[in-house]
């Protein structure tokens, strides 16, 4: 015997446009209606008096009293030949978004309803736009009341072009447009006579033309881990496949920690032992090396691992109570993962029943309930993630408010780095501090460990400009941070220097020293000093503890600094009024192994800040993990 | 993937997630064949064991050979059981069967009052249970991890979104979670897991001598049989693919009043 077959339905629209009829003729037209019950209804209607409506069927199946229930999202199922359907009930008022979301996103294929009559009103645009931030892409259009204008080919064409327009501005194609009269059942189950212009499938054929989708195992591997038991002796590592799959004899990588193993075995029970698991199977893993894996890794392969920032675009809607506020700290839930997150821009904000953009006087502070929006999105720490629409299992996340879900969005593609660059090595908290306060001490004081950024490059590359947006933005996170300028220290500290290769690097060494005294007093000491050789660089280095020295190459070609050159020093050094100026009639070495590289010219500022900011968390991260 | 392994993965990711996320938790167990099924997929997720109590509220009522069947499975699969049961009421006699009380009120005091008293000791704040959406309207609202107030009230139209399996695991002091793995299931699907599970049921489902069975356990005073020539589960399969008469006919509570379930439910019931 075949088990049977399920497919998960939602139908939306705006409000009368024949949802619940549809539904009605639905259940009728398939047999699938309980013994009795419509003749129990027209009953009910004529000793009342009032037309038998199919809408009244839905709320009879889910007998719906007086008791206002109506509003939450429920499920009725019924058959056709090729399969069982799900009905998920998504109410279509707006104050019932909730539950239309609950219900939608379950759903695998979607019928949106639209009065031919009306034609395409704010909860069609809302609903659309929603299915599509929900991910679901198998939608078909119905055309209802083509009764109310007679029957015409032109009119349902006029609705489908106005429709299909608008849905391919957010990029949404649905499977088919059918004119349908759902009171009299007219394209639903069996073809109609009076739209005989029409030769597409019926609704009923459009359902079973959808398929029950599988989860895609044709994409790279995603398994984020769900818990680690400890069973019979054995590390399992527990998980679901959201995408691709795994194999005994993998080499996977865990996000965001980074660490590697092999897959020893696929764990199952009262199942048959396979060496392979693909999407959409709850299994357990065991690995070759135990490493310290928890909750929330991700295993991928490596040569396809998901990004690991701590920055991201979105697209979100908002459902709480309280809107989603800039400078506050929500909960995100990513697959397995939590973490601490803040709006760090809202780019735009559109009002979910009208899709018009608001304007609002501070509407990049905000978003407000039942709204959509496009912002960039922060978290303390290195999230793993994909964009939803190559990987959906891993784009998509919820932020919770205290103790609710309170909206739900997906990320969108941007031109993300893979991933922020290797930590380093770990601190061997080699502080020489012999003093009653340790480094621990100030760590905590300071919510960080002190640490220097090196900035180093070109006259004219941006060291100066990163630097001091690179302090705000620090400062601004709560970070003790001080920045080092080049113009400055030799305004004091070094004014009895000049710019042979001896004093320069007697000038490098000052800074080196000074810095390195920061970092030990538990401050981000971020230099912007030209820095030209690696010898000067190293010692700088050599002097840090392990890990705690950033070197930061803002890197830029020589033509293209020397068409910035605002101070007109390029000009003069060409013109030899300036002497041993480096790139010119002076060398710049650059360094072998930066921790960072930013290719000022083609990167903006605050994309540069970024990537250190991304550095600096991932750091942290990685020395709070121990094996 | 076929129809019952989505099932049945979607049903071992929830009770991951709530073994992860709940302290303390445990899976009621009325010996019917949705929780039994439900224990069956516990042992899926954890790999053979079940890693929390099971709950059964004991209303003394039961059929006998529930209880036989009950003792024979926590025995042979090693379960770690916990009755409750309310004595004070039991002891006080007010019940339907003695003719004391409606049948209402008395799946209110021994059910109900019996599952809070049993949380209550035990501090339990996340409960597995075994309903399904298309068992009865009111449970078509649930949610897979659905709130219960201190006072066990379930607050319909005030319900979490749940979407993409990201569940409601954050809550105040006092409240406990419902947790539904097998929400999405149908009772059809129940049986044909059972028959590609080979898991035992308890014998009052198939058909007697007298073509009766079970098609839903209770207490024994107000749990009707249906009539049925269903001997083995396939042939349960078979009939359940043709009825139109909906499951819990046999179950008298429920006739009580039109809203008698909704009315248990939102105060606690299961």
């Known amino acids: ?627 | 993937m076929d129809h019952l392994s989505k099932l049945e993965n979607q049903s071992i990711y929830i009770l991951r997630e709530a073994f992860n996320k709940f302290e303390h938790l445990a899976m009621l167990w009325s010996i019917g064949k949705d929780s039994t099924v439900l224990l069956w997929l516990a042992r899926k997720a954890f790999l053979g064991h079940v890693p929390f109590p099971l709950v059964h509220v004991d209303t003394s009522y039961k059929i006998p050979s529930m209880i036989e069947y009950r003792d024979r499975l926590v025995r042979e699969w090693k379960l770690q059981l916990v009755v409750g049961q309310n004595h004070a009421v039991l002891e006080a006699g007010t019940t339907f069967p003695n003719g004391r009380a409606t049948r209402v009120e008395c799946c209110g005091t021994l059910k109900k009052d019996a599952l809070q008293q049993v949380l209550a000791k035990h501090h339990y704040t996340g409960v597995i249970v075994g309903v399904r959406r298309d068992e009865e309207p009111t449970r078509a609202k649930e949610r897979y991890f659905s709130p219960r107030d201190k006072n066990m009230e379930w607050n319909v139209e005030d319900q979490p979104p749940e979407l993409w399996d990201q569940f409601k695991t954050d809550f105040a002091p006092g409240a406990h979670i419902r947790i539904h793995p097998l929400l999405h299931w149908t009772e059809v699907n129940v049986w044909e897991y059972i028959e590609r599970e080979n898991i035992p049921v308890i014998p009052l489902y198939f058909a007697n001598g007298e073509g009766l069975r079970y098609r839903s356990l209770g207490c024994a005073p107000c749990t009707a049989p249906i009539k049925s020539s269903a001997r083995t589960v396939s042939e349960i399969i078979t009939e359940l693919r043709q009825t139109r008469t909906p499951e819990r006919s046999g179950r008298a509570q429920d006739q009580e009043s039109e809203d008698a379930f909704e009315k248990l439910r939102r105060d606690g019931y299961m």
């Open chain 1, 1 to 627: 015997m075949t088990p049977t077959e399920q497919l998960k339905i939602v139908i939306v629209g705006h409000v009368d446009h024949g949802k619940s009829t549809l539904v009605g003729r639905l259940f009728h037209d398939t047999g699938s209606l309980p013994e009795g019950k419509l003749e129990q209804l027209r009953r009910v209607a004529e000793r009342r008096g009032v037309p038998f409506e199919w809408a009244n069927l839905m709320d009879a199946l889910q007998s719906e009293r007086d008791q206002n229930i109506t509003i939450d999202t429920a499920q009725i199922w019924f058959h056709t030949a090729r399969r069982q359907y799900v009905i998920i009930d998504a109410p279509g008022h707006k104050e019932f978004l909730k539950n239309m979301v609950t219900g939608a996103a379950q759903a695998e294929a979607a019928l949106l309803v639209i009065d031919a009559h009306e034609g395409v009103q704010e909860n069609s645009r809302r609903h659309g736009y929603l299915l599509h931030l929900l991910g679901i892409r198998q939608v078909a259009v119905l055309v209802n009341k083509l009764d109310l204008e007679n029957y015409s080919a032109a009119r349902f064409q006029q609705v489908e072009n106005d429709y299909r327009a608008w849905l391919k501005t957010i990029g949404l194609e649905p499977r088919v447009f059918i004119p349908i009269v759902a009171r009299d059942g007219d394209n639903i189950a069996t073809r109609s006579g009076k739209l005989g212009w029409y030769d597409g499938p019926t609704v009923l054929e459009a359902l079973d033309g959808f398929s029950a989708t599988d989860r895609p195992d044709h994409q790279p591997l995603r398994m984020p881990i769900q818990d680690v038991y400890r069973f019979d002796h054995r590390r399992i590592l527990a998980g679901r496949v959201e995408a691709g799959v795994i194999q005994v004899g993998d080499k996977i990588v865990f996000s965001p920690t980074d660490k590697t193993s092999t897959v020893k075995t696929i764990e199952r029970w009262n199942a048959p032992a396979t060496d392979r698991a693909a999407a959409g199977e709850s299994i357990g893993i065991t690995l070759t090396e135990q490493i310290f894996v928890a909750r929330g890794a991700v295993a991928a392969h490596e040569a396809a691992p998901p990004y690991e920032l701590s920055r991201f675009k979105a697209r979100l809607f908002w459902l709480g109570k309280r809107p989603f506020a800039k400078g506050r700290n929500y909960k995100l839930k990513l697959a397995t993962q939590e973490l601490e997150c803040f709006i760090e821009s809202v780019d735009q904000v559109i009002d979910a029943s009208s899709l018009a953009v608001v304007s609002r006087k501070e509407h990049e502070l905000f978003v407000g309930r039942h709204e959509v929006a496009e912002l960039t999105l922060r978290t303390r720490k290195p999230l793993a993630f994909d964009v939803h629409a190559d990987i959906a299992p891993t784009g998509r996340f919820v932020i919770v408010d205290e103790f609710d879900v309170a909206g739900g969005g997906i990320i969108i593609g941007d031109n993300y780095p893979r991933r922020t660059h290797d930590a380093g090595t770990k601190s061997d908290n080699i502080f020489w501090s012999r003093g009653k306060v340790t480094p621990q001490q100030r760590a905590a004081r300071h919510g960080h460990p002190g640490c220097v950024i090196w900035l180093t490059g070109l006259s004219s590359s941006g060291k100066s400009t990163i630097a001091t947006e690179l302090e705000r933005e620090l400062f601004n996170l709560g970070r003790s941070v001080y920045v080092l300028d080049g113009d400055n220290i030799r305004h004091g500290l070094g004014s009895d220097l000049g710019f042979s290769p001896k004093d320069r690097a007697e000038n490098i060494r000052r800074v080196a020293e000074v810095a390195k005294l920061f970092a030990d007093a538990g401050v981000i000491c971020i230099t912007a000093f030209i820095s030209p050789y690696r010898a000067d660089r190293d010692f700088a280095r050599k002097i840090m503890p392990a890990g705690r020295f950033i070197e930061v190459h803002v890197n830029a070609p020589i033509e293209v600094c020397e068409r910035r050159d605002p101070k007109g020093l390029y000009a003069k050094a060409r013109a030899k009024e300036i002497k041993e100026f480096t790139g010119i009639s002076a060398p710049y070495e650059p360094p072998l192994h930066p921790e960072i590289e930013l290719r000022t010219d083609q990167l903006s500022v605050s994309e540069s800040v970024a990537r250190v900011l991304e550095h600096l968390q991932l750091q942290d991260d990685s020395s709070a993990i121990s094996i």
